[in-house]
C-alpha cells in the first residue's frame, strides 16, 4: 500500500566489484558461504568470478591483466583502487525509461549490444546501467543456493556529490522507487514488494570532496538479507 506505480518494473540485476585482489576476493567469497561460478577468462585480459544470490541478482568479481592503457578497467584500478563499479537494473520497458529520462533532463548515454543500454552519464566511479528484461530467462541456476542463506541485496549505500544525489533522487522519482523517511534520512525501496532492495544515502567520503561528478558506493555499503 502506498506503492508508486513501477512503469518500467525496475529492480536490481547485477553488481560489479572491480579489485586488484582477484583471488584474495574470491576466496573471501567462499569463506563467507557463498557458491563461485567460473565467467570469463582472456589470457593478457579480464578475469570474473560470478556469485548468483537465490533472487536471481548477480555479483561480478573482475579484474584484469591487460598492460593496455586505453582499459578502462586498469584506468579505474590506478585511480580508485578496488571498487564497486558498477550496478545495473533490468527494466521491463526501455524505451520508456529512456523516453522518461529525456523528458526529465536526467543526462544519459544509450547503447546497443545483445539488447539496448541505458547508462546515467558523467558520474564516477559507480556505472549505473539499465537494459531491457529478458522474458526468455530460465529457472535460477542451482549455484544460488549458499550455505549462508543470502536471499538478495538488502541495502545499497550511496555516496554522492550535491549535484549528482540531487539526479539520482530524481530517477528514483521517475522510476517509481517508494520513498520512505526515518530519523533524518530518505530511503528508497526499488523494485516489486517481493523483490526489492533499499538505497540511502551516505555521507561523501574524503576522497570525493570538491568532486562535482561523484557516484559511489564504499566498501562496506552492500548488505544482505537472510
Excluded at 24 to 44: C, D, M, Q, V, W
Excluded at 57 to 78: F, P
Aim: hydrophobic fraction near 40%.
Amino acid at each position: 500500500m502506498g506503492q508508486n506505480a513501477l512503469p518500467f518494473k525496475i529492480r536490481l540485476s547485477r553488481i560489479t566489484l572491480l579489485t586488484q585482489n582477484f583471488d584474495s576476493l574470491t576466496r573471501s567469497y567462499l569463506k563467507k558461504g557463498f557458491r563461485i561460478k567460473n565467467a570469463r577468462r582472456e589470457p593478457g585480459g579480464v578475469f570474473s568470478n560470478l556469485v548468483i544470490l537465490r533472487d536471481g541478482t548477480q555479483i561480478i568479481l573482475e579484474s584484469t591483466t591487460s598492460t593496455d592503457s586505453n582499459d578502462w578497467r586498469l584506468a579505474a584500478l590506478k585511480k580508485y583502487g578496488s571498487h564497486i563499479s558498477g550496478i545495473a537494473f533490468e527494466a521491463e520497458n526501455i524505451d520508456s525509461l529512456q523516453v522518461a529520462l529525456k523528458n526529465n533532463d536526467v543526462p544519459y548515454k544509450s547503447y546497443q549490444s545483445d539488447r539496448t543500454y541505458l547508462a546515467l552519464d558523467s558520474i564516477a566511479p559507480l556505472d549505473v546501467v539499465f537494459f531491457q528484461k529478458d522474458s526468455s530467462s530460465g529457472e535460477i541456476d542451482s549455484l544460488a543456493y549458499h550455505r549462508n542463506h543470502v536471499f538478495r541485496v538488502d541495502w545499497l549505500l550511496l555516496s554522492a556529490c550535491p549535484l549528482i544525489e540531487t539526479r539520482v533522487r530524481k530517477l528514483f522519482e521517475i522510476t517509481g522507487a517508494l520513498k520512505q523517511h526515518e530519523g533524518c534520512c530518505d530511503y528508497w525501496r526499488v523494485g516489486l514488494p517481493v523483490d526489492f532492495c533499499f538505497f540511502r544515502f551516505d555521507p561523501l567520503p574524503q576522497k570525493a570532496k570538491g568532486m562535482l561528478h561523484w557516484l559511489s558506493i564504499e566498501p562496506d555499503g552492500m548488505y544482505f538479507a537472510y
